[in-house]
């Protein structure tokens, strides 16, 4: 267990070389420059700008030169807001960005998981197909208009909650119910699913047999089952709920990292660009990581090569 | 079954039913899954639904322009912004501009790029996998490798990288939605031929002499069609939304060209003094959706009775 962990920590480091440089080749390799979206600049004012971000050596130079900056933590400066490093933004945005994905998750497992034991456990009633239609609705619901009909609810005619912004803690619902439902939705679904496999398997005829109770039968039992496929859908779910945030800061106008993707991908701002992915890219590798050691408890069938 | 590990809920595999079915001659897989779809009342009502919605998006907007001789484009200040009426069944928008045209037109964007994305993924999903699994050893490992890094990258972020360097045309929204929206449909198929390679017509074909490619496109593609169609069905209606999401963001079909996010985004801002600019496209939107989601259940549900309960 403590091998397989080290041996997939160690596994990181070449996949994370490969990544800076994909992404690096990817950003560097694009028609344009930071300084062409702006107004004409003279020549020599752009040689000077060049010099300055070093964008006048050449490419494999530059490609060391971040590297080992990276090593140090220092992921540049940004063109764009040149007043500011990409730290700086970074450590502004990332939080509230966490945030948001935090709560979204939090909702879319209390929702989900609830809706799909209700499913699998009173399976074929009218529950479960109310269960299932709700999640199957909310799949087909995006965020995008799911948000202004929730602030047009909650926030203009209920007067429950602010409609935008962001500061104290009633801030963060509804962008974060916004951000989770379509996800409970999956979560339902595949945790009934997962239930239903394992309700004929032995181990649960077994857990009968002895006199267990049904309650406890379905909450120490069948539940681990459900979750499993959960678990595994976790990593690619919270990986587009981190990046999913993008449009719901957009309409509930929260200061995360989103909004500062979009405007640096489009003004070829190059070192924000990079470390936003690259921080995006390491954080998912870390909690694939997690996940999978997480499944290993769920199922003790599993054993760690 | 090896796929198994990958991904429970899109792991559909070929039903042992068929081979109890082996008494009743002439009865294909695709047959017999058809069968058993039209039986599925509400996919079938879902797939009507889709019919109706890809037959108006296809003619609506040129009936219409013959009709009444709305366009998606021309501006009339003086028509701004009118609820629905007889002459504008979804109101105008606040240009004056024919909703019901827009958001069919925006329909049309909509479903061509989810499907073609769809395709892009599908095809290069497939070849992908095979090869990888077909090759095995370690051009198998570097090739899914490969993908389980690209996996690790935030999808989204990707495809707005993708779209700024290449521009923001219609052709292209499609071409990067599908271009990294393969992995899963990669890692299925990879699943899938792992088995399928080990069986007695693949060692068959192989002391035949017949060419691995031929191998992999006559024989080991063929077989893993029925997860692929399961993948590709769900794969639409998500693509549909990536679009949505990418011209939410000003990022997809440049106005005045409308589409379903571009518009949703423009009734977002404006709904509480102009309701019915949200309701529509939304609507639409979400019925487009909930119809896909559905028929592509009916369709795993058909291909694969395990998945049935």
């Known amino acids: 267990m403590k091998a397989y962990v080290i041996r997939r920590l160690l596994e990181l480091i070449p996949t994370a070389l490969i990544i800076v440089l994909g992404s690096f080749a990817l950003v560097r390799l694009a028609p344009g420059s930071p300084f062409s979206s702006e107004k004409e600049i003279p020549p020599e004012i752009r040689r000077q700008l060049d010099a300055k971000y070093g964008f006048d050596r050449p490419l494999p130079e530059q490609f060391i030169r971040y590297v080992g900056n990276l090593l140090r933590g220092d992921l540049g400066p940004s063109t764009k807001y040149p007043q500011r490093s990409v730290n700086e933004i970074i450590a502004d945005g990332f939080p509230v960005s966490l945030t948001l994905a935090g709560v979204a998750l939090v909702w879319s497992l209390l929702l989900g998981i609830t809706a799909g034991i209700i499913g699998a456990v009173r399976q074929n009633t009218a529950w479960d197909h109310a269960a299932m239609a709700a999640a199957l609705v909310g799949i087909s619901i995006p965020s995008f208009v799911l948000g202004p009909l929730l602030v047009l609810l909650f926030a203009l005619r209920l007067h429950l909650l602010p409609p935008a912004g962001w500061g104290d803690l009633r801030h963060v619902f509804l962008p974060g119910l916004t951000l989770g439902t379509i996800y409970a939705a999956s979560i339902a679904r595949l945790t009934r699913g997962g239930m239903l496999e394992v309700v004929r398997s032995d181990f649960i005829r077994t857990a009968r047999a002895k006199g267990l109770s049904e309650r406890l039968i379905i909450w120490r039992h069948m539940l681990k089952g459900g979750l499993l496929p959960v678990v595994s859908y976790l990593g690619p779910a919270i990986a587009s709920m981190l990046t999913g945030s993008v449009v719901v800061e957009k309409i509930f106008n929260v200061p995360g990292i989103g909004p500062y993707f979009v405007d640096a991908a489009f003004n070829r701002d190059y070192f924000l660009v990079m470390g936003i992915v690259l921080l995006y890219a390491f954080f998912l590798l870390l909690l694939n990581l997690v996940v999978d050691v997480i499944y290993g408890f769920l199922d003790p069938r599993i054993e760690y090569p | ?309």
């Open chain 2, 1 to 309: 079954m090896t796929s198994t590990r990958t991904n429970p809920r899109t792991n559909p595999s070929l039903p042992p039913a068929a081979a109890g079915n082996r008494l009743v001659a002439g009865t294909s897989l695709w047959h017999d899954a058809f069968k058993r779809l039209q039986k599925n009342r509400l996919a079938l009502a879902s797939g009507i639904v889709i019919l109706v919605l890809v037959a108006s998006c296809l003619i609506g907007p040129n009936l219409i322009a013959a009709i009444w001789g709305y366009d998606y484009e021309t501006q009339d200040l003086a028509l701004g912004a009118r609820p629905p009426s007889w002459s504008h069944p979804f109101g105008t928008d606040f240009y004056g501009r024919d909703l019901l045209t827009r958001v069919l037109y925006g329909g049309r964007v909509s479903l061509s790029v989810g499907l073609l994305a769809a395709v892009v993924a599908a095809t290069i999903g497939t070849v992908y996998g095979a090869v990888s699994s077909y090759a095995g050893g370690v051009v198998d490992s570097v090739m899914m490798r490969a993908v389980d890094i690209l996996y690790a990258l935030p999808y989204m972020f990707l495809v707005i990288i993708l779209v700024t360097i290449l521009g923001k045309s219609l052709l292209l929204v499609f071409l990067a939605l599908g271009a990294v929206g393969w992995l899963l449909t990669a890692r299925i198929v990879r699943g899938q031929v792992m088995s399928l390679k080990e069986q007695d017509f693949v060692a068959a074909a192989r002391s035949l002499g017949t060419p691995a490619r031929d191998i992999i496109f006559r024989h080991l593609i063929p077989n893993t069609l029925g997860p692929v169609v399961v993948t590709f069905t769900l794969t639409v209606p998500a693509m549909i939304l990536q679009e949505a999401f990418l011209s939410f963001l000003g990022l997809g079909v440049q106005a005045p060209r409308p589409s379903l996010g571009a518009l949703i985004n423009d009734g977002a801002n404006q709904m509480l003094v102009f309701w019915w600019t949200l309701a529509f496209p939304g609507g639409v939107m979400a019925v487009m959706l909930f119809a896909l989601n559905f028929l592509g259940d009916g369709v795993r549900d058909a291909l694969d009775p395990r998945m049935r309960r």
